[in-house]
Each structure stands twice: as structure tokens, then as C-alpha cells.
């Protein structure tokens, strides 16, 4: 299609299909924020005392709300692009809701408005 032809307005239920499709496709889904981290180790003969670019780590720590308690959670550094990933899921998937929430609102009106014409 190219830009100067009219593009097809889509329907409120291929909208709401879409959004269906988009979560589905998600893989996995956590919540938090993943922390990267280095340290300083306080040995003053430690080349990371004097050096930036020496510093111990990195080191990452997942951080998230569970059960009403905030849990800490040290993970390896081969364990932090997954949890990264699933934790951009996580807030990719409350838009999304957001978005079938107000999409499902405006097809319940319309049918209600039909409904009593």
C-alpha cells in the first residue's frame, strides 16, 4: 500500500484481536527492576579503589514486590538478559491491558448503543 492511497480503518474486534495476539506472544513475565552493580571492595592496596574501570562485579540484583514484601534477589550474570527481558514483558503486557481494557470498553458501548436503537 503506498502512502498516498487510504488506509483501512480497522474494527474495534481486530484491534481486540491484535492486542489477544500480542500477549500471547509474550514468553515469560516478571515484575521488578533488574539492578547492574560494581563495588569498590575497600581494600586500600585494590587496584578498584583507584581505578573506575577495575571495580568488582558487575553484580545484578533482581528487586520486586511479593506478597506485600519487597524480595531482593542476587542472579548471575548469565540470568540477568532473560530476567531483563521478561521484566520489559511485564510492563510491554500492562500496556496491553490498558490498551484491551479500553478497546473492550468501546465495543460494549457500541453494542449497548445498537442494542437499544
Known amino acids: 500500500m ?4 487510504p488506509r483501512k480503518k480497522s474494527t474495534p474486534e481486530e484491534r481486540l484481536q491484535r ?5 500471547m506472544d509474550l514468553e515469560h513475565v516478571c515484575s ?3 539492578i547492574y552493580q560494581t563495588k569498590v571492595c575497600g581494600k586500600p592496596n585494590c587496584v578498584c579503589a583507584s581505578d573506575p574501570a577495575a571495580r568488582h562485579g558487575p553484580y545484578y540484583q533482581w528487586r520486586r514486590w511479593e506478597n506485600d514484601r519487597r524480595i531482593f534477589k542476587s542472579l ?3 540470568a540477568a ?3 531483563a ?3 520489559r514483558n511485564h510492563r510491554r503486557l ?8 479500553r478497546e473492550s ?3 460494549l458501548l457500541e453494542e449497548a448503543k445498537r442494542k437499544s436503537r
Not at 2 to 5: M, V
Not at 94 to 101: P, S, V
Open 2 to 5: 503506498d502512502s498516498t492511497s
Open 19 to 23: 492486542i489477544r495476539r500480542q500477549i
Open 32 to 34: 521488578g527492576t533488574l
Open 76 to 78: 548471575p550474570e548469565s
Open 81 to 83: 538478559p532473560g530476567i
Open 85 to 87: 527481558r521478561a521484566i
Open 94 to 101: 500492562r500496556r496491553l491491558m490498558r490498551l484491551w481494557e
Open 105 to 107: 470498553a468501546r465495543v
